[in-house]
């Protein structure tokens, strides 16, 4: 029984494990992938044109730890600016 318990947490670990390496993948590859497809948009009513610059994005760090949010059943997340003209 502990047996089986005991390879339960280990697997477990292995998809935290890799579903962080993943997000990590994601915010330095693929965000800024996903933002350079797409670079400018217009506006339908105000003839308005809106660069988006891709490469200059900062995300700000969250406003509680790990730790913290999960004792005060906080979202644990952080604040994407992406600079435009």
Do not use: W
Not at 26 to 54: A, D, P, Y
Request: proline share 2%.
């Amino acid at each position: 029984m502990f047996f089986c318990f005991y390879k339960i947490l280990f697997f477990v670990a292995d998809l935290l494990k890799i579903q962080r390496k993943s997000f990590y993948t994601f915010l330095s590859q693929g965000l800024i992938q996903q933002l350079n497809q797409k670079k400018v948009f217009f506006s339908i009513h105000q003839q308005i044109k809106i660069i988006v610059l891709s490469n200059y994005y900062q995300l700000v760090e969250p406003n509680y730890s790990i730790n913290q949010a999960i004792l005060q059943s906080k979202t644990f997340g952080c604040k994407l600016f992406i600079p435009v003209l």
